[in-house]
């Protein structure tokens, strides 16, 4: 009997022990994704300050230095590339205006009529220049916008995936290491499973409106297709880049079904 009670005590510790490493295990895992999302998301949030701040700037005409290169993720890098081909090639124009005026300049005594025509040529340049500055402008701040939608969703539900760690850590702590599995299933798969749903759906719309941003700054060298859209799927996305808005104030959105158009 004596064997055996020292048996089913030694068993006993060992199962113990094997919840308590268990449960660290677990918790260094999380701790180890929450870490792993955080420097994403600051690299992610620090390119696209540096894309907005080379935006606004080129949106104001200061084209005194180029967008910052960006080197992931790709979508970005090819948006500050883009960025800076559009402000290479509104510099080129300019300078090429310039260099007109100069020779309009010394050419005006003895060519007063073909000052006149020149003059006129360079009036149109400047109304078509000034049309597609207020473009870019209207552009660049529509994306900026529209940027920080999702941004918003993914820094919220980063707070509350930070939050609900911290739930955990506490409870480990509270229990001495012996936190049950229903109750760590129930933070890890419906608080912290939810947070990280959302911040990756956050993501993948971010990344739809670069891919949109980047067809938009291609559009000049492809020529126009026309197609239907489906306006219920379009909607949704909509509505799916406003998750953490409606989260928070606990609001349901309806829609109703739309034609295509």
């Known amino acids: 009997l004596d064997g055996i009670k020292l048996q089913i005590e030694s068993d006993s510790n060992s199962l113990k022990r094997f919840h308590i490493a268990s449960s660290l295990a677990l918790l260094l895992a999380l701790l180890a994704l929450v870490a792993s999302s955080a420097g994403i998301f600051r690299n992610l949030v620090t390119s696209l300050r540096s894309l907005e701040e080379g935006a606004t700037r080129i949106a104001k005409g200061d084209f005194s230095s180029s967008v910052p290169r960006i080197r992931t993720p790709d979508e970005l890098a090819r948006l500050s590339a883009s960025f800076n081909d559009m402000q290479a090639a509104v510099m ?45 402008e209207q552009v660049l701040y529509a994306a900026s916008h529209d940027l920080r939608t999702p941004l918003i969703g993914i820094q919220g539900f980063s707070e509350e995936l930070k939050l609900s760690c911290g739930s955990l850590v506490k409870k480990l702590r509270d229990s001495g290491g012996k936190l049950d599995a229903n109750s760590i299933q129930v933070i890890v798969s419906e608080e912290i499973g939810t947070a990280l749903k959302h911040i990756i759906n956050g993501t993948k719309r971010m990344e739809i409106l ?33 998750d953490y808005q409606i989260h928070e104030l606990g609001a349901t959105l309806s829609i109703a079904p739309l034609e295509r158009c």
């Open 92 to 136: 080129s124009r300019d300078a090429k205006i310039r260099e007109d005026n100069e020779e309009i300049r010394k050419l005006n005594e003895s060519l007063e009529r073909k000052v006149l025509e020149r003059n006129r040529t360079i009036m149109q340049q400047n109304i078509a220049l000034t049309r597609k500055n207020e473009e870019l």
């Open 210 to 242: 670069l891919e949109g941003l980047l067809r938009i700054s291609r559009m000049g060298r492809e020529s126009l297709r026309l197609q239907d859209l489906d306006m219920n799927e379009l909607v949704k996305n909509v509505a799916a880049g406003f």
